[in-house]
């Protein structure tokens, strides 16, 4: 990766409602902590010198207190995960002091942000500026993306538009291909799906 597409901060997406799942996923307990708390640990322990920015609306989690975590809040109201992004983006410049990448993804991810991490890294062209998680479909909130594309996203976010892949279709972007057994644990919506991730992750190959 060259300067421009160093990674220079992760966004963690935590702001959904959780109406199928009936509850906050990032509060989750997993092993006597939360699922953002894992996921947070994971960074701190690997990623250490990242900053990480929580888009979680009017929540806050006391847990991450230790951890120096930072919060942001959508700009554009009800517009969804792309109002995370747009404000994480720009969050992370203004605190970088100049552009790079974030790495984006949501908090019902079991697999660890680390793992993520590195096989988008690795997979990253210069061509691109965002790179998606691809398993057996596309994940487009598994994601680096360019601080670059900040304004450009808040005009589509002013405009209307809402959907991350619509917002793409006049950006650079390419995929990384992960693993096919990361699927189940990629995303969750109901208590079944989260049962189904939770006992596909330990049959996963990198944890």
């Known amino acids: 990766m060259s300067d421009l597409r160093s990674v220079i901060a992760v966004a963690i997406l935590a702001g959904g409602n959780s109406r199928r799942m009936g509850e906050d996923k ?42 120096g975590i930072h919060y ?33 993804m949501p908090t019902d991810s079991l697999i660890p942000p680390s793992q993520i991490h590195r096989l988008l890294v690795d997979t990253a062209t210069e061509s691109a500026d965002v790179v998606l998680l691809k398993g057996r479909r596309l994940h487009p909130l598994h994601g680096l993306f360019s601080t670059q594309l900040a304004p450009s996203m808040e005009r589509y976010l002013i405009a209307g538009g809402r959907a991350v892949m619509g917002f793409l279709d006049n950006e650079r972007w390419q995929t990384a291909l992960a693993p096919d057994d990361w699927e189940p644990c990629l995303n969750f919506n109901t208590p079944e799906e989260y049962t189904h991730a939770r006992s596909a992750l330990a049959e996963t190959t990198v944890v």
Not at 90 to 101: V, W
């Open 26 to 67: 990032a509060a989750l307990v997993e092993a006597h902590q939360s699922l953002i708390s894992h996921q947070v640990l994971d960074l701190r322990r690997v990623l250490p010198a990242l900053p990480v920015f929580v888009c979680a609306g009017s929540r806050r989690y006391p847990e991450l207190l230790p951890h």
């Open 72 to 104: 942001v809040s959508d700009k554009v109201d009800d517009a969804g995960p792309l109002a995370g992004i747009a404000e994480a983006l720009k969050a992370a410049k203004a605190l970088n002091g100049g552009d790079g990448y974030v790495l984006v």
